[in-house]
């Protein structure tokens, strides 16, 4: 049996608890369309929040880091991270990508 690892290990855990912490684990779909997994490192919520990030169904926008998925990107501590800013839920972007979901969601 094959050990599951990143945006595949989320997505396989099913229905999960749902909390808005600056730590939360959540799948970044890039602007390619690409998921990777990521954490948030800030929620756009409280005294943060802005209405043209907050979707429909009431999820916040966030910032987020991932692990670049370009595999020449290294340094000495291992492959480097990326961040994303301004990320909407995917119920509020129409293009195919530049989004985040729960990985139930996925």
């Not at 939360?24 to 490192?41: C, E, F, H, M, N």
């Not at 043209?52 to 670049?68: K, Q, R, W």
């Not at 370009?70 to 990326?82: A, L």
Request: charged fraction near 25%; charge should be negative; hydrophobic fraction near 30%.
């Amino acid at each position: 049996m094959t050990a599951l690892r990143g945006a595949e290990a989320a997505e396989s855990r099913g229905i999960m608890e749902r909390t808005y912490d600056f730590n939360s684990q959540i799948i970044y779909v890039d602007p390619k369309g690409v998921r990777r997994s990521a954490l948030v490192t800030v929620w756009w919520t409280g005294n943060q929040s802005f209405p043209e990030y907050l979707s429909a169904s009431g999820e916040p926008g966030c910032n987020l880091v991932f692990i670049s998925g370009d595999e020449n990107r290294r340094d000495s501590c291992g492959r480097q991270t990326e961040h994303a800013t301004s990320v909407v839920h995917r119920s509020k972007q129409v293009a195919h990508g530049n989004y985040w979901c729960w990985p139930d969601e996925v």
